[in-house]
């Protein structure tokens, strides 16, 4: 079984993402599971706006979307910034919209059968809605969304220390998360064993 984690942090690399430490402790607990996991930092790549799988022209996309099909196990990772996702999450979930159209050789929808989760941090509030509003995006493409399959991290409202800086909130936060991960693999598991049918 595989995984991939888009982290969708505005930081490119090599500079160090608070994001990227905390989907760590989900991906870690995922491998505890012997689940091959693998990171995208989204804002290293040429990804071109729209909605489409491949805008041409460079666009880096079609690889990404090449690993999703690769992988039953798809967690979305995002700084909070002004309450909402980053920009490069929604960049990632607007060409992940595509999806929505391509069907498997069974007729399915190619994100059926596999699962998705959120991670979420950032020194304001909003996580809450953040991963409302991912889980809800990614259950329109198609994905299985397990009940607890998020975690988050932040002080509360206002400017703060980053997740790099402070120890607060970490136990709660990696506690979560490894339970992320293992309903993640287990739903995954789930439906390896029993898949969804198209109706109709």
Known sequence: MKALVINCTLKRSPEPSNTQALAEVVARRLSEHDVEHGFVRAVDLNIAPGVVTDAGNGDAWPTIHDRLLESEILIIATPTWLGRPSSVAQRVLERMDAMMSETDDAERPVAYNRVAGVVVTGNEDGARHIISEISGALAD??????????????????????????????????????????NLFGVARALSALPLKTSG
């Open 141 to 182: 493409i198609g994905y299985t969304v397990p009940g607890q399959a998020w975690t988050y991290w932040h002080l509360g409202p206002g400017p703060g220390p980053d997740y790099l800086e402070e120890q607060r909130g970490h136990a709660w936060a990696h506690s979560t998360g490894r339970t992320m991960a293992d």
